[in-house]
């Protein structure tokens, strides 16, 4: 069985930083794309950012040059740095495994239950 935990979220100013983790248990991450999505309170949940196996990333427009993604294998790890936090990246982060590359959730398998992100102004 599969489990995602994430860490780190908590409240920061508006042009700060918070750097989340994601720690997988279960299965080996080495093999697996490793993505971030959030939602916003009365919204829907959207892509933030992924990382291939092979290192590859992707992100969303809003969080691009801000927000960075990695993943540590040895350590069955990944990351989301995240710079320059504005009001609207408040949202709860989940991290999620996925057999490719994805920035759509419908077909997501595992997903950890998420860490909450507050910027305030």
């Known amino acids: 069985q599969v489990q995602l935990v994430e860490s780190g979220g908590g409240l920061v100013q508006a042009g700060g930083s918070l750097s989340l983790s994601c720690a997988a248990s279960g299965r080996t991450i080495s093999s697996y794309a490793m993505c971030w999505f959030r939602q916003a309170p009365g919204k829907e949940r959207e892509f933030v950012a992924a990382i291939a196996s092979s290192g590859i990333t992707t992100y969303a427009d809003s969080v691009k040059g801000r927000f960075t993604i990695s993943r540590d294998n040895a350590k069955n790890t990944g990351y989301l740095q995240m710079n320059g936090l504005k009001p609207g990246d408040t949202a709860v982060y989940y991290c999620?495994?996925?057999?490719?590359?994805?920035?759509?959730?419908?077909?997501?398998?595992?997903w950890g239950l998420g860490t909450l992100v507050t910027v305030s102004s």
């Open positions: 999620a495994l996925n057999g490719i590359i994805t920035t759509l959730q419908q077909n997501i398998v595992y």
